[in-house]
């Protein structure tokens, strides 16, 4: 009778040992998970607080254009190796081929080859921003939206001060049309005296042609 409570007591006693192990395993747990999600907390917010917001949550504009300059720079720069790999793959792909005298499509070989070989090469550069942009996006997920929303605005106000298409002469062309050039507030208060430059430039010579 001694013996089978003294075997209950230590097998209570033991059952309790792991229930407790069990309970401080999970505080453990449950606490490391709060301090990790505590410091991927204050991460995100360090990062957002590095970006000025405006009040209504939006970007910026000085951010901005940094921001966008960086995003080009990287789609600059995956551009390089995404060209070099488009001739590179041509190149091998032609080095592995016997060569044929035959002509293809009335032309020679070397014609068609080299065609070919250019073509590689300016697709891997049209595909280079592409994907540079992918990768930018990629690991600056946080600002995606608020430049989605600033690109946006940003286009419109481009769309809005750009001179008319039938003002741009020779003499008188159009200084970015798009805007592409804009990497600054600064540059973009110049592109506007630009732009309003044409429109008194083409304004001024129409009026002389229709006295004339």
């Not at 033991?14 to 490391?32: A, D, M, P, T, V």
């Not at 049209?126 to 605005?153: A, C, T």
């Not at 050039?181 to 129409?206: A, M, N």
């Amino acid at each position: 009778m001694n013996l089978t409570r003294a075997t209950l007591f230590l097998l209570r006693k033991k059952h309790n040992i792991g229930e407790l192990s069990s309970l401080q395993r999970g505080y453990n747990f449950n606490r490391y998970y709060s301090m990790n999600n505590e410091k991927n907390l204050n991460t995100q917010e360090g990062r957002k607080s590095k970006l000025q917001l405006t009040p209504d949550g939006k970007l910026t504009w000085n951010d901005y254009f940094a921001l966008r300059r960086r995003r080009r720079l990287s789609e600059r720069i995956i551009t390089i190796p995404t060209t070099i790999g488009g001739f590179g793959l041509s190149i091998g792909y032609v080095a592995t081929r016997e060569f044929d005298p035959t002509p293809i499509l009335g032309q020679e070989p070397f014609l068609i080859y080299g065609i070919g070989t250019i073509l590689c090469g300016f697709t891997g550069l049209l595909v280079g921003p592409i994907v540079g942009s992918s990768i930018w996006k990629l690991f600056h997920r946080e600002e995606v939206k608020l430049m989605e929303q600033r690109d946006r605005e940003f286009f419109e106000h481009v769309k809005k001060n750009r001179a008319d298409p039938s003002l741009h002469t020779l003499r008188n062309p159009a200084p970015d049309y798009y805007g592409e050039k804009i990497k600054s507030v600064q540059d973009y208060r110049k592109w506007l005296r630009k732009q309003r430059e044409i429109v008194r430039k083409g304004t001024f010579h129409l009026g002389e042609e229709d006295d004339s």
